[in-house]
């Protein structure tokens, strides 16, 4: 883990691989000391903003190399959230054959794996769900799609993801979900918040 | 309970508070106030909590009419600010009566007014914030002519008596802000932390509350190359591969993939808000400890 300097109000810390920033994105909001605003895993870092009134700069530091380098977690915790999906995307064929398989095939391998949300991002909601183990790594469509609507169930690079409402988008669509994936007004307003467990269904 | 009416919003008006901090791991910014500094004076010469909500007006042509009396008070941007026809005072609690207009004109100094009224704008709060973030699109939607906004109840405090707030109107001429280093200072040569920290800046016309775009030097990265997306704050300098700066705003996204070179300090992030299109910024680096 790597200490990077953000301000006076945030530190970013930086880690080899996915799995540690799972170990201590859990790690660093089990128990946050006061003065902590916000947590925001990413890809390889967990940014942390403070107020410094509260929580010196030092004292985050010191609080961050203290509990980061804890183990990924391990997955039995929490119920799997299970999403109904057509497989009807525009991108389904062209998906599959970049990864040589058929397309049923890879609706398969979509839905036989159990999908962690490891960080969100892009817009309220969104999350990018991780299956260690599973390769259906794709590049991002070459040109963006201007509209890409609510419920869209999408891959790209090694994560999936689901559009939690229309906007532009580069990530390859599989098909939709009826499933609504933000909504402010609940309690809980992400559906997939960070560490969530995913299962695709495919309907028929 | 009394509520005052938007006959014109202005170029742009938003309902905007504190911030909503605490939802960024759900990809929700903190938004708020952009100059937070302005608003917490408005509340607090109209006798609010400093985190009641009020609007920040962006340029001029906003006209409000309230149903009743009411308590106001005008801080951020300098232009002329017309209550009833009678001028209104910067940084000064006036007294706004029943169904008279409160007009204002294109700011002579700084680009967004911050408008507190006693009891604070009352709509329901998302996420515990009244704040609108316009790049994640939650929170009260703009304001548009017809809209109806609610005032809170009476606070406890009284308006209170100070007179004067010596508080001197945004600048016009070269601004400065203080710049820390960021967590990408070893993408880019030494010569771009160098020209980022000695150049005159110009402000692009193409900046808005997500980011306050700079006008200058291309800045050059040592390397090539993505960056996988990080977390981002407000303040945060992101330099774009054609090596321009970007300075995130209050409506930061949450994350990004530029490389961040360098970040604001707090205590000079409100300035950005007054920047005006094509206005000379100079970047002081500080070092991130005493």
């Known amino acids: 883990m790597r200490?990077?300097?953000?301000?006076?109000?945030?530190?970013?810390?930086?880690?080899?691989?996915?799995?540690?920033?799972?170990?201590?994105?859990?790690?660093?909001?089990?128990?946050?000391?006061?003065?902590?605003?916000?947590?925001?895993?990413?890809?390889?870092?967990?940014?942390?903003?403070?107020?410094p009134a509260e929580l010196p700069l030092a004292a985050a530091e010191r609080w961050i190399r203290e509990v980061a380098q804890a183990p990924p977690p391990d997955d039995a915790a929490g119920e799997v959230v299970v999403l109904p999906v057509r497989y009807d995307g525009p991108?389904?064929?062209?998906?599959?054959?970049l990864l040589g398989i058929e397309a049923g095939e890879l609706v398969r391998r979509h839905t036989a794996a159990e999908w962690e949300c490891a960080f969100s991002g892009f817009a309220p909601g969104f999350a990018y769900l991780v299956s260690p183990g599973l390769d259906l790594a794709v590049p991002r469509l070459p040109t963006s799609r201007p509209r890409v609507p609510a419920g869209a169930v999408a891959v790209a690079g090694e994560f999936s993801g689901v559009?939690?409402?229309?906007?532009?988008?580069?990530?390859?669509?599989?098909?939709?979900?009826?499933?609504?994936?933000?909504d402010e007004t609940r309690t809980a307003p992400a559906l997939l918040p960070p560490g969530a467990r995913v299962r695709f269904e495919a309907l028929p | 309970m009394s509520a005052v009416r938007v006959l014109s919003p202005g170029a742009l008006a938003l309902v905007e508070d504190e911030g909503r901090p605490g939802w960024a791991a759900l990809g929700v910014g903190p938004a708020g106030a952009f100059d937070r500094g302005a608003l917490r004076l408005a509340n607090r010469l109209v006798g609010n909590a400093e985190s009641a909500a009020g609007l920040e007006l962006l340029l001029g042509g906003a006209v409000l009419v309230p149903d009743a009396d009411v308590w106001i008070a005008v801080t951020g941007a300098w232009g002329a600010v017309r209550a009833g026809g009678a001028p209104v005072e910067p940084h000064t609690a006036t007294l706004l009566p029943a169904r008279s207009a409160l007009e204002f004109a294109a700011p002579e100094h700084g680009l967004r007014y911050c408008l507190a009224l006693?009891?604070?704008?009352?709509?329901?709060?998302?996420?515990?914030?009244?704040?609108?973030?316009?790049?994640?699109?939650?929170?009260?939607?703009?304001?548009?002519?017809?809209?109806?906004?609610?005032?809170?109840?009476?606070?406890?405090?009284?308006?209170?008596?100070?007179?004067?707030?010596?508080?001197?109107?945004?600048?016009?001429?070269?601004?400065?802000?203080?710049?820390?280093?960021?967590?990408?200072?070893?993408?880019?040569?030494?010569?771009?932390w160098q020209a980022l920290t000695t150049a005159t800046w110009h402000v692009s016309p193409r900046s808005d509350r997500t980011g306050v775009r700079l006008e200058g030097p291309a800045l050059r990265r040592t390397r090539e190359g993505e960056l996988p997306?990080?977390?981002?704050?407000?303040g945060a300098?992101?330099?774009s591969p054609d090596g321009s700066p970007t300075i995130l705003g209050a409506d930061a996204p949450v994350t990004?993939?530029?490389?961040?070179?360098?970040?604001?300090?707090?205590?000079?992030?409100?300035?950005?808000?007054?920047?005006?299109?094509?206005?000379?910024?100079?970047?002081?680096?500080?070092?991130?400890?005493?």
């Open chain 1, 3 to 51: 200490i990077l300097p953000f301000g006076d109000s945030a530190v970013l810390a930086e880690f080899s691989s996915l799995d540690e920033v799972r170990g201590a994105a859990r790690a660093l909001t089990s128990a946050p000391p006061p003065g902590v605003l916000d947590v925001v895993p990413a890809a390889r870092t967990v940014l942390v903003r403070i107020r």
């Open chain 1, 91 to 97: 991108d389904l064929a062209d998906t599959a054959r």
């Open chain 1, 163 to 182: 559009y939690p409402r229309e906007s532009p988008g580069g990530w390859r669509l599989l098909g939709t979900t009826d499933a609504v994936l933000w």
């Open chain 2, 118 to 192: 006693r009891g604070g704008i009352a709509v329901p709060p998302v996420l515990g914030s009244r704040s609108r973030d316009t790049l994640a699109g939650l929170g009260p939607a703009p304001l548009a002519a017809g809209d109806v906004l609610p005032l809170g109840p009476e606070p406890a405090t009284a308006v209170p008596a100070a007179d004067l707030v010596p508080v001197d109107p945004p600048a016009d001429g070269p601004v400065r802000l203080d710049v820390l280093p960021g967590p990408r200072r070893d993408w880019f040569t030494d010569s771009a």
């Open chain 2, 229 to 234: 997306s990080e977390g981002m704050v407000p």
């Open chain 2, 237 to 239: 300098i992101q330099v």
């Open chain 2, 256 to 290: 990004g993939g530029y490389p961040v070179l360098g970040v604001i300090a707090s205590a000079s992030f409100d300035r950005l808000a007054q920047l005006r299109p094509g206005q000379p910024v100079l970047l002081t680096p500080r070092a991130l400890r005493p």
